[in-house]
């Protein structure tokens, strides 16, 4: 993997997120992501034009304005109004680290090609996620001679619709509880041995008896 994790290139396991984080690894998006979110984006475009139906959120407003139909030339600026309107900034600001989580986390939703984005709105949060300070938006456009990004139909939904804020803040407490678990069984096994204790109680074949998967795992470490 070097020093780049390609995103939707697998599965994101719990080892994966740990080393991209305290590694600082940069994030690329996979050859098969791209092709899949095109794919996707594809079929979307599709669909508006073919369809005779109202499409939910898509060429018609959100919640009660359901019935409400937005013409084809709309459909980006009701998705740019969604996002502004959620953008009301209240509250302590997030961490970094759970900003960058949440990035990675909405990039590899984003990537297994099922929310209709366009390729450039995932490529552009995997740029933030690399580049990573808190800037002026207008300053990082000019400085990486970057256009903004033109939200086309369904994206700010798929920007919005997920539960990568609190996934991020879940996963961040898990890795720590991982950590503080194995610390917790190193501190005990070096006071075992101080206090010269028996190994005899952590044997594996003890620990199968149970068997709990904790159980076991700290009996290894122990040993």
Same mark, same amino acid.
């Given at each position: ?29 996979? +050859? ?54 959620? &953008? ?20 590899? &939703?984003?990537? *297994? ?12 949060? *995997? ?40 996934? &991020? ?18 501190? &005990?096994?070096?006071? *075992? ?17 149970? +068997? ?12």
């Amino acid at each position: 993997m070097n020093n780049v994790y390609y995103v939707g290139s697998g599965e994101l396991t719990f080892d994966l997120i740990e080393r991209i984080i305290n590694e600082n690894l940069k994030l690329e998006l996979a +050859p098969e992501a791209k092709l899949r979110i095109q794919k996707c984006r594809d079929y979307l475009d599709k669909k508006i034009a073919e369809s005779e139906e109202p499409l939910y959120g898509i060429t018609t407003g959100f919640g009660s304005l359901c019935s409400k139909s937005i013409s084809s030339d709309e459909l980006g600026t009701l998705q740019e109004n969604l996002i502004k309107s959620h &953008a009301c900034s209240v509250g302590e600001e997030i961490r970094p680290v759970i900003i960058k989580l949440m990035m990675l986390l909405k990039a590899h &939703a984003l990537s *297994l090609g099922h929310s209709g984005v366009q390729v450039i709105t995932v490529q552009r949060i *995997l740029d933030f996620f690399n580049k990573g300070k808190k800037r002026e938006a207008i300053s990082v456009l000019d400085e990486f001679g970057w256009e903004p990004v033109k939200l086309m139909s369904k994206e700010g939904l798929a920007l919005l619709n997920g539960t990568q804020f609190m996934s &991020a803040n879940g996963v961040f407490a898990i890795l720590k509880a991982f950590r503080l678990s194995k610390k917790a069984d190193l501190i &005990a096994a070096l006071s *075992l041995e101080a206090f010269d204790g028996r190994i005899d109680p952590f044997m594996d074949c003890i620990q199968q008896i149970r +068997p709990h998967k904790g159980q076991i795992e700290t009996g290894a470490n122990f040993r």
